[in-house]
């Protein structure tokens, strides 16, 4: 018999929760045939089966998960009776919904379990709990939003702030709200993917940012993209400027490598990437997500055109998978393929140093040889970790990024 449990699947995530069953309990099933769909905040994952069997589903759909949690048991029938007699883990059939005082102790075995999970001491380095002492702060009560849920400074810092509003007799907005308007408001779960868009934001918001703006010529790239469209679109490659910006980028960042690199709050150290892992924030029917283009450096225009295609199928189709998503190193928004917008200000994918905002390209007046013409303009923002890099390093980096695109014999080498 096989059990199948929540596994870490790495990337901060500890929870999901079971989607959909493709069989139903006592089914047969087959090796490595997909038996659940589990969503995390990062993305729908297929469960293959371990070893061919009857299925005893142990979670069913809509099921909260954590780490280490029991989803289900493949075995063959006697197998799986033996477990249920011998506690393993409730069985949801149908008729025990009808009888929830048999399931109350099975309910409550786990409870010293998960007692002592609770008291585990906390994950934190001598100097965060120097700082909590000093600040007067529990550690065992605070919620630690580093790998592995280590406790951070700022995790320290928050609980102090807010401990210190606290005692303040000022009544929660909600609270207020509620009183006032109880006919006219509802509340709306948030899903997987969005909590996990707003746990991302706020791990954004604890970097000191600033943000470079300019503006590019883009004429040279507009006229070798229309030269190239047609012929890409013979092998079933929808060409645009993003495989170009996106090569412009890893030069640039061989250049500036401190923009490919994150920041270690814990050791003060600046971790240099020497691989180049380009994020793409993208729309998907279920919120922002970001897909990665691994090892942009060594692929082509049309191969990295031809991913972008392929990955955004999936984001469409919410086949994505996790290995999709993770370990970029420096994130592009090109937030003018929404249609609108002439500058932003491009929240940091987190832990990453800067993100790079391309907009609607725009004709505008544009000088060149001192006479004035019309152009193809597209502004560009930088954001980027004001503690890793000065405002000239992101002057330097634009206008590495500019000099690549403005100049076509360097896009006909790409």
Request: aromatic share 4%; glycine share 6%.
């Amino acid at each position: 018999m096989k059990e199948i449990r929540f596994v870490d699947v790495g990337e901060g995530i500890t929870e999901g929760h079971v989607r959909k069953w493709l069989f139903k309990y006592g089914d047969m099933v087959k090796e490595d045939q997909p038996i659940v769909q589990v969503e995390t905040d990062k993305a729908v994952v297929n469960v293959p089966a371990p070893i061919s069997g009857t299925l005893r589903i142990v979670a069913p759909e809509g099921t909260i998960l954590h780490v280490g949690d029991l989803v289900a048991q493949i075995g063959d029938p006697a197998e799986l009776a033996s477990a249920v007699k011998q506690g393993a883990a409730p069985a949801p059939q149908p008729q025990q919904a009808q009888q929830p005082q048999q399931q109350a102790p099975q309910q409550q075995t786990p409870q010293p379990q998960q007692t002592a999970i609770r008291s585990k001491e906390p994950l934190a380095t001598p100097s965060v709990r120097k700082l909590a002492h000093d600040l007067n702060v529990d550690i065992s009560k605070v919620t630690g939003t580093g790998p592995n849920g280590r406790i951070l400074e700022n995790d320290i810092r928050g609980v102090a702030h807010g401990e210190a509003l606290s005692s303040r007799p000022m009544p929660k907005f909600s609270e207020v709200l509620e009183e006032q308007h109880a006919k006219e408001i509802s509340r709306e779960q948030m899903s997987m993917t969005r909590k996990a868009i707003a746990k991302n934001m706020e791990l954004s918001w604890t970097i000191p940012r600033a943000v470079h703006m300019d503006l590019l010529d883009a004429t040279a790239l507009f006229n070798m993209v229309t030269k190239e469209k047609a012929s890409a679109a013979k092998m079933d490659i929808h060409l645009t400027f993003l495989p170009f910006i996106i090569k412009a980028v890893v030069e640039a960042l061989k250049e500036n490598p401190r923009f490919n690199a994150s920041y270690d709050h814990e050791t003060q150290e600046i971790i240099i990437k020497k691989y180049y892992n380009i994020g793409l924030a993208a729309e998907a029917p279920d919120g922002l997500k970001v897909v990665v283009i691994k090892d942009a450096d060594k692929k082509s225009i049309l191969e990295i055109a031809k991913e972008i295609q392929e990955l955004h199928k999936k984001l469409q189709d919410q086949t994505i998978t996790l290995e999709e998503m993770k370990d970029s190193t420096f994130t592009i928004t090109n937030i003018g393929s929404l249609g609108g917008g002439y500058l932003s200000v491009p929240m940091i994918n987190y832990p990453e140093v800067g993100i790079l905002g391309v907009h609607m390209l725009k004709d505008m007046p544009v000088v060149r040889n001192n006479e004035v013409a019309v152009g193809k303009v597209l502004p560009l923002s930088l954001s980027f970790d004001h503690r890793v890099v000065d405002g000239a390093d992101a002057v330097k980096f634009g206008n590495a990024i500019i000099q690549y695109l403005e100049d076509p014999e360097f896009l006909e080498m790409l």
